[in-house]
């Protein structure tokens, strides 16, 4: 039975407004990537009311002289100076929350005629908040207060870090060059859709160079200190490296090469630990509607708050909304698959809980946002893999799934279990088990890096890629369409963004064994359906604490008692998979 995985529906769709760190005007909305480049088209550094607007809502630049502002300030004009930037800082992601709601419109309930309209009012809203992100009082205000940081309670320092360093970075984008990068990720994108339909790399191949050269120059510009790769990954996730990433997979690699290996002979000799019961083969019995029922039932019990949130249906599954109060998840049904819209709705249950959990009283503020993509992962794989996978998450289920699809009735927890725990090495990165997707993304880690470092071309791209689908899964995709062009993200420029699926289940894996560290019988009580406990955990140790930390190793260690370890996560994936298919290794 194949199993669709829920690691990326398009590079900006996803909490991108929280998390993207180079360009105000694409931290705006949760959105296609289409839209998104719509949204960041030139007519948003044309709109001509946006001053006026924002001089408006955010006040004049103060008069004060740049010297006065410099000099030291007492601890009344401290506060006085911090209050100001907070309410500046909170009417910017108040305007982002808007384009929260419009993303989300446009995805679930937006009339198809509506495009071009619902374009130009996200490039509108686009050029107010950029405009509001840029402007001059923010600087004079961070500028005065980062003589005091060390002096502010630990929450106010990051938001006065992170404030400035988002300032510093988007004040460096210049106009003609966030011009210049819509233009081309628009045609670009344009160009992979046609590209992929007919499986045609050489139509694709120029206009996918030009957007590595675009990325060079806009890393290069807009964090001019860093490595040019490690400023995309930066984008994504604060204070990564390459280094630090290639350390971490080049150990994950050489663990799980032996396992797929040792997985792929035992099922070659005994073809049975890959059959599934047939009445959890998918058929007409799985009727939609009562999979709803269904996933809304498990979204409730995990923890998801239907008073501050909502769930629906769209084509690809998302996470969106406008606030921690406002949260909106977004899954699919299919009667072929019903593992779809289960796994769907944990997956996606689990980045709204961490939407829903981030600290109140720091609300729209940029320590109250989510540390990075990574960590965003780890919460949704979570929920997914550590405990929608786990045999004690199915003997909880299982009953209910028997009282919604009496068909089943004759399937144990062990047959759900080892139908949702599959290893097969596939062609598709969407579709690949927990085991063989860390080296779908080594591979195009590997190579985005390559390009970006000018020690690869663009045109050595399909060859290399082949190459290594044989080397690290022994499978080579047939056509380019299932090989190098399968996915979005160069297209639209999310280059340095794949590295965070793998970082987020190394994480879900570290987080979730602190837990059990910490609490005292947990799979017994996921086996009974208690989730209480583990939900309020995370909400204290990785929730609440927003972005306060400034690196996902900084947030473990405060978590779990150390960086990032590897070795956790493949003996985690030995573990688990020795036992379900009976390998001594």
């Known amino acids: 039975m194949t199993k669709r995985r829920y690691k990326f529906t398009c590079p900006l769709s996803l909490q991108q407004r929280r998390l993207m760190r180079t360009s105000s005007l694409r931290r705006s909305t949760f959105l296609t990537a289409a839209t998104v480049i719509s949204l960041c088209s030139p007519r948003v550094l044309a709109f001509g009311n946006a001053g006026a607007f924002v001089k408006s809502c955010f006040g004049r630049v103060s008069t004060r002289s740049k010297t006065q502002m410099a000099a030291s300030l007492s601890p009344a004009e401290v506060t006085e100076a911090y209050t100001d ?9 108040h305007l982002e929350g808007i384009g929260g709601l419009l993303g989300w419109d446009q995805q679930t309930m937006m009339p198809q005629g509506a495009e071009e309209a619902r374009a130009k009012q996200q490039a509108a ?4 908040i950029h405009e509001a992100k840029t402007d001059p009082a923010v600087g004079e205000l961070l500028k005065k207060l980062k003589p005091h940081s060390s002096s502010l309670p630990p929450f106010d320092a990051a938001n006065l870090r992170i404030a400035s360093e988002r300032f510093d970075q988007t004040s460096r984008m210049s106009s003609a060059l966030a011009a210049r990068q819509a233009e081309l990720e628009s045609r670009a994108y344009g160009a992979w859709t046609r590209a992929r339909a007919e499986s045609d790399w050489g139509a694709f191949a120029p206009t996918l160079a030009e957007v590595f050269e675009m990325q060079r120059e806009i890393c290069s510009t807009t964090k001019p200190d860093m490595p040019v790769y490690d400023a995309a990954i930066d984008m994504f996730d604060p204070k990564m490296t390459a ?11 050489a663990e799980l090469a032996p396992l797929i290996s040792s997985i792929a002979a035992k099922v070659e000799a005994d073809p049975s630990l890959h059959e599934v019961p047939a009445p959890l083969q998918g058929g007409p019995e799985w009727d939609t509607k009562k999979q709803d029922e269904l996933c809304r039932e498990i979204a409730s019990a995990i923890g998801f708050d239907f008073e501050k949130g909502r769930m629906d249906v769209s084509v690809h599954p998302f996470t969106g909304g406008s606030h921690t109060t406002d949260v909106r998840i977004t899954t699919r049904y299919s009667e072929g698959n019903w593992v779809e819209g289960v796994a769907g709705t944990i997956h996606e249950c689990g980045h709204a809980m961490y939407e829903q959990g981030r600290p109140a009283e720091q609300g729209d503020l940029p320590v109250s946002e989510a540390l990075g993509m990574a960590s965003h992962e780890s919460q949704s794989l979570l929920w997914e893999r550590m405990v929608g996978q786990s045999l ?4 909880w289920a299982t009953p209910i799934v028997h009282k919604y699809f009496p068909h ?4 144990t927890p062990e047959d759900f279990y080892r139908a949702v725990n599959h290893v097969r090495p596939s062609l598709i990165r969407v579709d690949a088990d927990e085991v063989t997707y860390p080296l779908h993304v080594i591979l195009r880690f590997e190579l985005e890096k390559g390009v970006l470092d000018g020690e690869l071309s663009v045109d050595e791209l399909p060859a290399l890629w082949d190459q290594r689908m044989k080397d690290y899964l022994g499978v ?14 160069w297209p639209s420029g999310a280059i340095g963004y794949f590295p965070s699926y793998t970082l987020g289940a190394m994480m879900a894996n570290q987080i979730y064994q602190a837990a ?3 609490i005292e019988d947990l799979e017994d009580k996921i086996s009974k359906g208690q989730f209480t406990e583990l939900k309020e955990w995370l909400n204290v140790n990785i929730h609440s604490q927003g972005s306060l930390h400034q690196s996902a190793d900084d947030l473990l260690l405060a978590a779990t008692g150390k960086r990032l370890d590897p070795k956790l996560f493949s003996d985690y994936l030995k573990g688990k998979y020795c036992e379900i298919y009976r390998l001594t290794l």
Not at 85 to 93: A, D, E, H, I, P
């Open 85 to 93: 930037l907070v309410s500046r800082l909170r009417r910017s992601s």
């Open 476 to 489: 080579v995709p047939p056509s380019a369409k299932e090989g190098v062009l399968q996915d979005v993200h």
């Open 516 to 518: 059990k560290d910490n």
């Open 392 to 395: 004690p998450f199915w003997k």
């Open 125 to 128: 809203l686009a050029a107010v």
């Open 408 to 411: 089943t009735k004759s399937c």
């Open 243 to 253: 280094p630090r990433i290639k350390e971490i997979f080049d150990q994950v690699k």
